[in-house]
């Protein structure tokens, strides 16, 4: 056990008196004492939601708080969405609320009990002091934390603010359900979160002249983006005034009851990330260590977590520095996966103008599972009658998946929504694919996916990105490509196979992948060309700038490789515009720095892609789709942004793109990519939206829930995976399998069909018991 003999805590929310109160438990012979500059009854906010996982945490450290929290929480299972005059109920969520004040009021009780000195009304001492008087310093100061912020060189603070503005605010009765409510009004969209925290006390009595009856009472939180906040006049209210508009505005949800405020004032969420959460005998706790969005209810849920992992690893390593740092290596990754869902549904409810078009069920679907915790898949277990309703509603045929319905572009149709993402395999010899490459490319074909795509096919030797790149400049590659397309078609009726084509530019001559991706090759180099004259990274090869003459010989060499797809038989092409590649390097400010008519402004930088863009599709059969990869983001300041790809999303489909396939980044070396699961698909919804083409989503999506969410929610019309095809190669058939799906969109092979069923494991002919006897 830690020697933590004297602890000082900073700030007496949730977070901090629970870690006071286990800590005091854990070991009664410390000396604690808990400093809150307010009075014990002064609190903000209203209610606190917390989560049957972290209750299961309390009950397990703490049973006497655990009990006094069961009598008070509110519990509930449904979630009501009111969208354009329609509401859909979607049940089985299951939460637990109760009032902050209650809560606080617990704590205090606790903390006493077991001994914690508690300080009201009293501003801690200087950090540095506490640090130097006292073993262990608990800093749960909050979101404005002046100690993180006093040694903010060492816990390296990123504190984003968000797009909208918010107020927390009461109303007196309980609401039946979480409920949120879309208000379109002239000044803009605007939105309501509540949940009931109390419920009606059966001792009370009923209202009398004296007072009113109690009606329980519920949090409610009115959201909207800055410029419709600004529109609407709120800037310029007074707390009452902005109370009053709020009821006004949403007194269909509040049956035209008024609201409260507490010091309420309207605010922009911040987002916290601390690189470290220790400096020696300090550490950071619930908001001043992070924050995540209030719209997937987790401030104090994680608040309290915190403490549970603090006074766990404080009991359980031999020193304090080892209990601090097994401290945040146990919570970091759970904060970090809490802090993405919460951005996912944060900037959701920023965009959430986008989506009020949809099918009033399809919105919902949309809401419920836009943090991408919640999918398709649990949604059916909640509510199977909800969720078969949104899947109607969407046009799937009874017992039918939602990824298993067909999608078509121009002249093809695809049997589902899956498709084998481009990847490189290096294993070509002189461009030519091979016999492993007509097992890769058939193996995933026989696997079910609606679309096969080749990796980048390079057209030309010098726009390969390594010696094993597959290309399209020779007769003998279009005959090489010619024999995998005629396998597919003839061997996997139904799906269909595209050719991605593109040039390497400044990312070419490296070696193969597994002996060092993006290192420049030994021997043998090739000289490289681009929009500038900017290596990939420190030790790269300087490309040459493109002359306009060059630009119009490579654009030739596409048309040339595009004619020779179309006699290899593939069904559809793709331009690669993405990854730092050529045509890539020309869409970023950060790769292209001409001054001629191909840099400058973004219509500048996309004039060459659309050039090439443009000669392909008049050559490429008119019947047979094209689609355009594009990077949605550097993930480096300065470079393309989502508005950028919404703009270029545009630009390609005006001039005939069928679907633009949204992919981020492998632009520049510094990129900072935040990785995670799905975390690409927001760059897919908004291009999809904002510019009204189909989208194909890649990036980390590695479920056939997470498909079957995309599609459903109308994020995506298709999903591109690659990882879980190496993985599998009958992914998609194994998908359709595990779901009970048996039709047109997962046909099994005739040779395969013995084993479209998972084979058992175990024995299962041991006998049964057939009498209990008494002795």
């Known amino acids: 056990m830690t020697g933590a003999a004297h602890v000082a805590v900073i700030g007496g929310g949730p977070g901090g008196l629970y870690a006071a109160a286990l800590l005091k438990r854990l070991d009664p012979g410390r000396e604690i004492t808990v400093y809150e500059r307010n009075a014990p009854d002064d609190t903000f906010g209203f209610g ?32 009501d969405i009111v969208h354009r005059g329609v509401r859909h109920t979607s049940g089985g969520h299951g939460f637990a609320a109760l009032g902050r004040r209650r809560l606080l009021q617990i704590l205090h009780e606790r903390c006493r009990t077991l001994g914690v000195d508690l300080r009201f009304g009293t501003e801690a001492p200087d950090a540095a002091r506490l640090m130097r008087t006292h073993d262990l ?11 993180r912020e006093a040694y903010a060189d060492v816990f390296r603070p990123r504190v984003t603010a968000h797009r909208c503005r918010y107020i927390w605010l009461a109303a007196d009765f309980a609401l039946d359900a979480f409920r949120f409510e879309i208000a379109e009004t002239e000044h803009g969209v605007m939105q309501l ?17 004296s007072g009113p009856e109690d009606q329980g009472a519920s949090t409610v939180i009115v959201e909207m983006r800055e410029e419709v906040w600004r529109a609407a006049g709120f800037a310029d209210m007074d707390e009452q005034g902005s109370v009053e508009r709020c009821a006004k505005i949403f007194a269909d949800a509040l049956g035209g009851r008024p609201l409260r405020s507490n010091n309420s004032a309207w605010t922009t969420f911040r987002t916290v990330v601390n690189e470290r959460w220790s400096h020696g005998n300090l550490v950071l706790l619930g908001d001043a260590a992070h924050t995540a969005h209030f719209s997937i209810g987790s401030g104090t849920k994680l608040a309290v977590e915190d403490a549970l992992a ?51 069920r399809q919105f919902a679907f949309n809401l419920l599972t836009r943090s991408r915790r919640v999918t398709h898949g649990n949604l059916r277990l909640r509510d199977a009658r909800f969720t078969e309703s949104v899947e109607r509603e969407f046009g799937c045929p009874p017992g039918t998946p939602p990824m298993f319905t067909p999608f078509r572009l121009r002249g093809l149709t695809l049997r589902n929504r899956v498709v084998v993402s481009p990847m490189d395999m290096y294993s070509a010899v002189d461009g030519v694919p091979g016999d492993f490459h007509l097992v890769h490319l058939g193996a995933r074909a026989l696997g079910g996916a609606g679309l096969v795509m080749t990796e980048m096919v390079c057209v030309s030797p010098e726009g390969r990105i390594t010696p094993g790149c597959g290309g399209l400049w020779t007769g003998r590659q279009t005959e090489a490509w010619r024999r995998i397309t005629d396998f597919v078609h003839r061997q996997a009726p139904g799906t269909a196979i595209g050719v991605q084509l593109g040039h390497s530019g400044r990312k ?14 030994v021997e043998g180099n090739w000289p490289l060309t681009a929009a500038s004259p900017l290596p990939y990274k420190p030790g790269s090869q300087v490309p040459r700038r493109l002359t306009r003459a060059q630009l119009t010989d490579i654009r030739e060499q596409f048309v040339a490789a595009a004619r020779r797809a179309d006699r290899a038989g593939f069904d559809l092409l793709e331009l690669h515009c993405a990854h730092g590649y050529l045509l890539s390097g020309f869409l970023s400010p950060l790769t292209n720095h001409r001054t001629d008519a191909y840099g400058g402004s973004l219509d500048g930088r996309l004039r060459y892609p659309l050039e090439v863009f443009d000669a392909l599709r008049a050559v490429w059969p008119e019947e047979r789709p094209m689609t355009v990869r594009i990077s949605a983001t550097d993930w480096a300041e300065g470079g393309t942004t989502a508005e950028d790809a919404v703009a270029i999303a545009r630009a390609f489909a005006a001039h005939g793109a069928d679907a633009i396939d949204v992919s981020t980044g492998q632009v520049v070396a510094e990129e900072r990519p935040e990785f995670g699961r799905s975390y690409q698909t927001p760059y897919a919804d908004r291009v999809r939206h904002e510019a009204g083409v189909p989208v194909i989503a890649v990036g980390a999506i590695s479920s056939w829930d997470d498909v079957n969410s995309l ?65």
């Not at 608990?138 to 934390?145: L, N, R």
């Not at 190496?726 to 069909?753: I, K, N, S």
Request: contains cysteine.
């Open 48 to 79: 606190v939601v917390l989560s049957d996982e972290t209750l299961g945490g309390i009950e397990h450290a703490d049973p006497v708080v655990h009990r006094a929290l069961q009598r008070d929480f509110v519990r509930w299972e449904d979630i």
């Open 137 to 147: 310093v608990v800093a749960a100061d909050g979101v404005h934390s002046a100690t």
């Open 193 to 209: 979160h509540g949940y009931p925290y109390s419920r009606p006390s059966p001792e009370r009595p009923p209202a009398t002249p």
């Open 310 to 360: 603090l006074a766990a690893c404080v009991t359980e390593q031999p020193s304090l520095p080892e209990a601090l740092a097994a401290y945040q290596a146990e919570r970091g990754p759970v904060v970090a996966s809490t802090q993405r869902a919460a951005r996912a549904s944060l900037e959701w409810f920023e965009n959430v103008g986008l989506y009020l078009r949809q099918p009033p």
């Open 508 to 521: 070419g001559s490296t070696k193969l992948m597994w002996e060092g991706i993006d290192e420049p090759l």
């Open 711 to 775: 599609v459903l929610a109308g994020r995506a019309d298709l999903c591109a995976l690659a990882r879980p095809h190496l993985y599998d190669p009958h992914w998609t058939l194994h998908a359709a399998a595990e779901q009970g799906y048996e039709g047109p969109a997962a046909v099994w092979p005739a040779p395969y069909r013995a084993g479209s069923r998972p084979p058992r494991t175990g024995r299962t002919d041991a006998p049964r018991p057939r009498l209990t006897l008494e002795s």
